[in-house]
């Protein structure tokens, strides 16, 4: 019994094919003898085990040479009695690929190898065709008669023949005998048969019975008849192939008067096209002269109008020139304190206790623009008022504007004052990044695809916060990934811009507003000023708010 790993290979073809040439060149002896006529010199199987190609590096294979079929000196009922016999002493392990030897001589697939393919197919049923490689031998004896070009054209014909006599071999290869070359076609032969699982034939014993005791010179004429039918279908279905061609020559012509029909018709419509646009246009010149004549009519009227609103506005101006003189001494008046309130030194709002509207956490990173116009990043708690600070505009593009005012609150530490931090993901130093602030200051998110402001309490994870991206001009949103409520460990500062009410921190946009309609802080300012300037109890700027609101930016 062979090993799991021995690999059976099994040669077949007619007499003179060189199947026992390929056999020596497999086993890498000389074992089996060799003919160069039509007279077998193989008459019972033969069998040699030895690495493949005589190489110790390629599989272990048992090559077994079978009698070849259509032999001049005997019948086949003695080449299928040999083979059953072969069958029978390997039916345990069964054999891994069948080698079928076809000489390039034979031009094309006469009957005697169709009739060989359909005893080894009565042999050991249908399923036994697609174990067969086909190998193609003696190319050599051609090439100084066709040349190599034409050898190729019949080689890659062969399988077609076989196919269309329902003759389907295993196509996944086909193998191509160089003789004394190197290489020689048949060295993929190693890996091919590598992944293959033994199969095991089914013998039909039935078959050979009746070939070899029955009557096989009748069975012989079967498949005679047999293989000249097949020679009679294959001219069948070369005319019907004729008749293709000439069907689709006949429908490449009716394509071609149809495209040329499709031509004309199309140059017919764009003339037809021409036509109607010359009209277009006649018709566009006679709307635009009616056009211009009721624009010219309305310009008439227009002028008309204008005349009498010009004298009507004339009217308003001097009624106005009366009353400016007394108006333009409530201004100049408005005017003079302002300046006295600009010239003074900047203030500086510290808030002693734990209710200071301190907002940032110290540490919190500022973006200022130097006076030699080169942008620096500070920690808030050293932002002055007058400095220039990273901010955006209502359109969304960095600008800086200038703080007002700055409010610090040293206490929050002492009354565990609660902070929200908010992380996101930057991409610059690739890692994440928090914005540090009271749960009560507001901050501007993106969430369901519309951007608001508000406290920092009701910040979700999931929104997106509006951040600065360096090197360019327009900010970009970024997604909340945590949030942490944590009492304060440092003091807090907040610092209000003049006219934008916003400020870039950890390059997050902030607003400078807590809870409140948006200008509490401003409300601040303005009780600020008007304490210092007057010395009256802050309530009464209240009332100035609205009023001083517009000069206060000035």
């Known amino acids: 019994m062979e090993t799991s790993h021995t690999k059976n290979i099994i040669l077949f073809g007619k007499t003179g094919s060189g199947k026992s040439t390929i056999a020596n060149i497999l086993s890498g ?3 089996f003898q060799e003919s160069a006529d039509l007279a077998s010199c193989t008459t019972q199987c033969k069998n040699v085990k030895n690495y493949l190609f005589g190489d110790q590096k390629n599989v272990m294979a048992k090559i077994i040479d079978t009698p070849g079929f259509m032999d001049s000196s005997g019948t086949d009922n003695n080449t299928l009695e040999a083979i059953m ?3 029978d002493s390997i039916k345990d392990n069964g054999f891994h690929i069948g080698l079928f030897c076809f000489s390039a001589t034979e031009t ?23 174990h067969i490689v086909l190998v193609i031998t003696q190319v050599n004896k051609l090439q100084s008669q066709y040349g190599q070009e034409q050898i190729n054209r019949m080689i890659e014909q062969v399988p077609a023949i076989l196919l269309e006599s329902n003759i389907e071999l295993n196509y996944g290869q086909t193998f191509v005998y160089q003789h004394k070359k190197r290489p020689n076609g048949l060295e993929a032969l190693n890996e091919f048969i590598k992944a293959k699982t033994p199969f095991q034939p089914q013998i039909c ?7 070899v005791h029955g009557n096989p010179k009748q069975t ?19 005319e019907m192939k004729e008749s293709r061609e000439l069907l689709v ?8 008067r149809t495209i040329e029909a499709m031509s004309q018709q199309q140059k017919n419509t764009q003339e037809m096209l021409k036509e109607m646009r010359s009209a277009h246009a006649v018709q566009r010149e006679e709307l635009k002269r009616q056009k211009e004549q009721e624009m010219a009519a309305l310009q008439a009227d227009a002028e008309a109008r204008m005349q009498v609103v010009e004298k009507n506005h004339q009217m308003m101006v001097d009624m106005m020139k009366a009353s400016s003189a007394e108006e333009k001494k409530r201004t100049e008046a408005l005017q003079a304190s302002l300046t006295a309130m600009a010239n ?8 002693p206790s734990g209710g200071g509207r301190g907002c940032f956490s110290y540490g919190t990173m500022i973006r200022k623009l130097e006076p ?10 050293l932002v002055k008022v007058g400095d220039l600070v990273c901010s955006l505009d209502k359109n969304g593009r960095m600008i800086y504007d200038k703080v007002v005012i700055v409010d610090h609150n040293l206490n929050a530490p002492k009354f565990n004052v609660l902070m929200r931090h908010i992380s996101y993901y930057d991409e610059n130093i690739s890692a994440e990044r928090e914005i540090i602030l009271t749960d009560h200051h507001h901050i501007y998110v993106s969430r369901e695809k519309k951007v608001i402001r508000l406290a920092s309490r009701k910040v979700q994870k999931g929104d997106y916060l509006l951040v600065r991206i360096d090197g360019e001009a327009d900010a970009k949103f970024k997604e909340v990934i945590r949030i942490e409520d944590k009492p304060a460990t440092k003091a807090v500062v907040n610092a209000v811009t003049l006219d934008s009410y916003n400020i870039i921190a950890n390059n997050v946009h902030c607003s400078t507003h807590c809870d409140g309609d948006g200008d509490d802080m401003l409300f601040d300012v303005v009780n600020f000023c008007y304490h210092k300037i007057s010395g009256k109890a802050p309530q009464v700027a209240f009332i100035l708010q609205k009023g001083l609101k517009k000069l206060f930016r000035k």
Not at 223 to 238: C, F, P, T, V
Not at 249 to 256: G, H
Not at 344 to 351: E, G, L
Not at 372 to 381: F, L, R, V
């Open 220 to 238: 012989q004429e079967n498949l005679a008849k047999n293989s000249q039918m097949m020679q009679i279908l294959l001219q069948m279905m070369s």
């Open 85 to 87: 016999s072969m069958l």
């Open 108 to 130: 094309r697939c006469d009957g005697g190898i169709l009739q060989a393919l359909q005893m080894i197919q009565g042999l050991m049923t249908s399923d036994v065709l697609k």
């Open 205 to 211: 014993r039935d078959y050979v019975q009746n070939y």
């Open 249 to 256: 020559a006949q429908q490449k012509e009716l394509t071609q």
């Open 344 to 351: 003074r030194p900047p203030q500086v709002v510290h808030v």
């Open 372 to 381: 030699t116009g080169e942008e620096t990043e500070i920690p808030i708690e």
């Open 29 to 31: 002896t000389s074992e």
